[in-house]
Structure formats: structure tokens, C-alpha cells
């Protein structure tokens, strides 16, 4: 399991390369040097199982790399920022990032968000799920309504899979951390909201009712 790591910072991208050998992970840093286009295109070289992306690099910052490599390939991708404004966090995930981390972050807890986003990548299979007339198709990644369609990050398809599978049926926001993160220990509440907020925009971008995913006060989500 290959992690690219962009990192301008040389003792954190030391640090972190370090911690993911010993888990067992093979490491390939990256200073952050050069343009979006090159960083993106020696990710791309790479072929990472996932990569962990600074927002703010010397010549570029993260959300143009994670726009970049979005053009090429749906590898998961967690940013990470010494920002806390949630118009970061909202513009990142808008931009396919699957994650979002906030500095100082626990090396640890940041492991255990890059081991369960490989393993929700690897879970992944064909499949198409039905529910009300969209349809979720989980090898391609993509919502279909009424013959319009959309492309959802790794995240959006995940929340949207657990949801029609349990159609009519109440999903915590704590099940739906667990299920996307493993666990709900290191995740802010407010990147899960971020998600679904955005997943709402793309269902409705393809004419799909705005009250198909119903929030349900103090309990979570339903279709």
C-alpha cells in the first residue's frame, strides 16, 4: 500500500513518512516543489493507493494539485491545513478531496484516516444500487436521474451507498463517521455535514427531489 505524501514541511513530511513505514505502508514524499501540474503529475507516476496533500506549498497550493489530479484519477485524496475556515474545508471537498485535517493533527489518528479510506477504495466493487429512481453506480462513481448524471467523490458515494441501502431506515451521523472513517474518535462533525451538504448540490444539479436524503433532527440521515 503506496502513500504519496506533498509536504513542504521537511521535518512533518519526515515524520509521517517514518510513521507509515513502520505500519507496514510504503512512503513516497514529495517536497511540494513545482507547479499543480508537475506535483499532480508525480503523484500520477507514482500510482499511490492514496495521498496526503498540503494546502499551502511553496509555488501552488493543494486545491489546485487535488484539482489536477481529479482530472486523472479517483485516488483518495486527505488534505491537509493549518487552516481552520470551514470555506477551506467546503472548497477542498468541492474540489474531490475525500478528507480534510487540520494542523496540528495526531500523526496516529491521521494512520487511521489513511488505512480507512484505502480500505473503503479497495471495498468499492460493481454494483448499482436503486432507490426512487436514482440510480448509484459504484464502480464508476456516478449518480443517475432521469438520464442526467453526476460524479461523486469517493466520500459522496460512500454516504449515498449506506443511505439506499437502508432506504426508509435512520442512519446516525455516528454510524455514518464509523462507516466512512472507521471511526467517528478523530473525525470533526462538521466534515460530515460538509459532505452531505454537497452531495444534496449534486443530486440536485440532476433534478433529484432536494428532501431525498431527509436530515432527521438529533437522530441523522434517510432516503
Known amino acids: 500500500m503506496k502513500v504519496f505524501i ?18 507496514g505502508f510504503e512512503a513516497v514524499p514529495h517536497d511540494g516543489l513545482g507547479s ?29 494539485v487535488c484539482r489536477c489530479i481529479r482530472e486523472a484519477s479517483r485516488v ?13 474545508e ?22 487511521a484516516r489513511i488505512r480507512a479510506l484505502m480500505r473503503r477504495s479497495a471495498n468499492v466493487h460493481a454494483a448499482v ?24 467523490t469517493r466520500n459522496e458515494l460512500r454516504i449515498l451507498d449506506v443511505l439506499m441501502r437502508c432506504p426508509g431506515t435512520v442512519v446516525t451521523r455516528a454510524d455514518l463517521m464509523t462507516e466512512l472513517w472507521e471511526s467517528d474518535e478523530f473525525v470533526d462533525d462538521n466534515t460530515l455535514t460538509v459532505n452531505v451538504n454537497r ?11 432536494d428532501d431525498f436524503v431527509a436530515t432527521r433532527r438529533n437522530m441523522g440521515y434517510q432516503v
Open 36 to 64: 499543480d501540474r508537475e506535483i499532480a503529475d508525480a503523484a500520477m507516476r507514482a500510482a499511490p493507493d492514496c495521498v496526503v496533500l498540503d494546502l499551502m506549498l511553496p509555488a501552488t497550493d493543494g486545491h489546485a
Open 90 to 111: 467546503v472548497l477542498g471537498l468541492g474540489l474531490g478531496a475525500d478528507d480534510y485535517v487540520t494542523k496540528p493533527y495526531s500523526p496516529a489518528s491521521l494512520v
Open 129 to 152: 444500487v436503486e432507490h426512487k429512481g436514482l440510480e448509484l453506480d459504484l464502480a464508476s462513481g456516478k449518480a443517475a436521474y432521469n438520464g442526467a448524471t453526476a460524479e461523486l
Open 6 to 23: 506533498v509536504e513542504d514541511d521537511e521535518s512533518l513530511r519526515r515524520e509521517l513518512g517514518n510513521l507509515l513505514v513502520l505500519q
Open 76 to 88: 483518495p485524496i486527505i488534505m491537509l491545513t493549518a487552516s481552520d475556515r470551514e470555506l477551506d
Open 199 to 209: 452531495l444534496r448540490q449534486k443530486l440536485s444539479s440532476i433534478g433529484v427531489p
